[in-house]
């Protein structure tokens, strides 16, 4: 565990970048530091790996206090990406991801093996491997700049707005792939955004910093979206606490219905029939997989037109979407209906708004979001 205990940084200029910070960043999950620019989010980073030293207090890892380490030693065990991914531009991607490695004495054939491995590990063609950085895009980059942190395997990752200055797609994929990999390997990363909404996503605990390096809250994401410590964390959340919460909340518990859900090929007798739970029937092909909804009598006169149906929404899938999902499913759905389909697209059922909100209250009342039903 990396302790961060009433730490405080003053610049020679006088400038208090961090003032009395004390955080606990536990073991094997990703610790985001979030706040606006110049709120002390660098300097509390560098703090960790040394690249600044506190002007006060102390900073532990695994009980031991850092600066008793040889700074190298310190490095070592901890791989660093920044924005924009800060690679050698004269050595190729391979070279680049086997730097470490090869500085800890590794042969030349062993680092780079290695660091074929990881370039597969991050979702990057290893076909890309002999190219030189400007010849990547900004998001493989930013790949390759994960892939040489993880190198020589460090235990902590530390992670400075690393996806900041990548389009909005791009970025979505590369968090994607951070949660995918640290599922893999577990890491303890310590992850620095000025984008609240990135800290809830990727986060498993987030620290809110304000301005003056001051800690505003610690807790997990869908804490800090139920019951924001101040004003400040509140503002900077943004509107729609509410519904993003709802991300932290399973889907499993929704009751659905079957009756509505009828193949296409089922007989105009089933096709009148079911319309009792619900006000449309939802048409499926004869694999399962949904088609739109369309009117009882309609369909029950025999004339199934595909292209008259009504569209459907967007899917969620039961037990692996929140409820944020099944909702934004039935907000889209002309019919006010949600449409709940297994991992391979076939529908298991639908679920109305009306149902979908009293689970959304079931879920308040419990109190307890499921983390990882997030994201
Ligand atoms: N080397 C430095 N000398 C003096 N002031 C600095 C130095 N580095 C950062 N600062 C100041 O410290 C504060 C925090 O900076 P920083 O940690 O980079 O914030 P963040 O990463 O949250 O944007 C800012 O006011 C910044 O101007
Ligand atoms: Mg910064």
């Not at 499993?252 to 006000?279: F, M, R, W």
């Not at 369309?294 to 025999?302: C, E, I, V």
Request: with cysteine; proline share 7%; net charge negative.
């Amino acid at each position: 565990m990396i302790r961060i205990d009433a730490v405080t940084k003053r610049y020679p200029d006088g400038t208090v970048a961090v003032d009395g910070l004390s955080l606990e960043i536990p073991d094997r999950a990703i610790t985001v530091l979030v706040g606006p620019s110049g709120c002390g989010k660098t300097t509390t980073l560098r703090m960790i790996n040394r690249m600044v030293e506190p002007s006060e207090g102390s900073i532990l890892l695994d009980g031991q206090d850092i600066r008793q380490q040889p700074v190298n030693t310190l490095r070592r065990s901890m791989g660093y990406v920044i924005q924009n991914a800060g690679l050698f531009q004269h050595r190729t991607i391979l070279d680049n991801i086997a730097t470490v490695p090869r500085l800890l004495g590794w042969s030349k054939q062993k680092a780079r093996a290695r660091a074929a491995e990881l370039m597969e590990r991050v979702g990057l063609d290893t076909s890309l491997a002999k190219r030189y950085p400007y010849q990547l895009s900004g998001g493989q980059q930013q790949r390759v700049g994960v892939a040489r942190a993880l190198a020589a395997d460090p235990p902590v990752l530390l992670m400075d707005e690393p996806f900041s200055a990548v389009d909005p797609v791009v970025r979505k994929g590369l968090q994607d792939e951070l949660l995918r990999i640290q599922d893999e390997l577990g890491k303890t990363i310590v992850f620095v955004t000025h984008d609240i909404d990135e800290a809830v996503k990727l986060g498993t605990m987030v620290a809110v910093l304000r301005t003056g390096g001051r800690l505003a809250q610690f807790a997990p994401p869908a804490e800090l979206l139920s019951v924001p410590a101040d004003p400040f964390v509140e503002d900077f959340l943004g509107a729609d606490r509410g519904i993003r919460r709802l991300s932290f909340f399973p889907s499993t518990e929704l009751e659905l219905h079957t009756a509505p859900v009828v193949a296409i090929d089922a007989g105009t007798e089933k096709l009148a029939s079911g319309g009792e739970a619900a006000p449309c029937l939802l048409v499926t092909d004869t694999d399962g997989k949904p088609l739109g909804w369309g009117a009882p009598d309609d369909l029950a006169a025999g004339a199934i037109d595909r292209d008259r149906l009504l569209p459907f929404g967007r899917p969620f899938v039961p037990g692996k979407d929140s409820l944020r999902t099944a909702l934004d499913g039935a907000v889209l759905s002309p019919t006010g209906w949600a449409v709940a389909v297994d991992e391979e697209g076939r529908a298991v059922g639908v679920v109305s708004q009306q149902m979908i909100g009293e689970a959304i209250r079931a879920a308040h009342a419990e109190g307890r979001p499921d983390a990882k039903a997030a994201r």
